[in-house]
């Protein structure tokens, strides 16, 4: 399974960005899609992901700024960030899980000035 993201860059504080995942390879019907991310020093820690059922789980800071989707057909997931705030600067990865594998974009750049 490959992943390409985009859609990261450079924002203000209280700004809004939309990440896209892109998703190919040998895939199957049952899967879940999200976003990781990872700030300089820290350990990676989960965004957001969403079933292939569409069910969603968010860390608590994110919830209510940020909203996942995925386009079932095109297997793509979305991540739309609102209200960012300069502790969401990261690297953002996308993530595609199946049968206990994990797989993972190249990752994206989002950083929140002050």
């Known amino acids: 399974v490959q992943l390409v993201e985009s859609g990261g860059g450079l924002v203000q504080t209280g700004g809004s960005l939309r990440l896209s995942c892109a998703a190919s390879?040998?895939?199957?019907?049952?899967?879940?899609m999200g976003w990781y991310r990872q700030a300089p020093g820290k350990q990676r820690e989960l965004v957001a992901d969403?079933?292939?059922?569409?069910?969603?789980v968010y860390a608590d800071s994110m919830k209510g700024r940020f909203t996942i989707s995925r386009d079932g057909p095109k297997n793509t997931v979305f991540l739309q960030m609102n209200s960012l705030k300069p502790e969401d600067t990261a690297v953002y990865y996308c993530?595609?899980?199946?049968?206990?594998?994990?797989?993972w974009g190249q990752g994206t750049q989002v950083t929140v000035s002050s």
């Open positions: 993530n595609y899980h199946q049968f206990s594998t994990n797989y």
């Open positions: 390879g040998l895939m199957f019907s049952i899967n879940t």
């Open positions: 969403i079933s292939s059922g569409g069910t969603t």
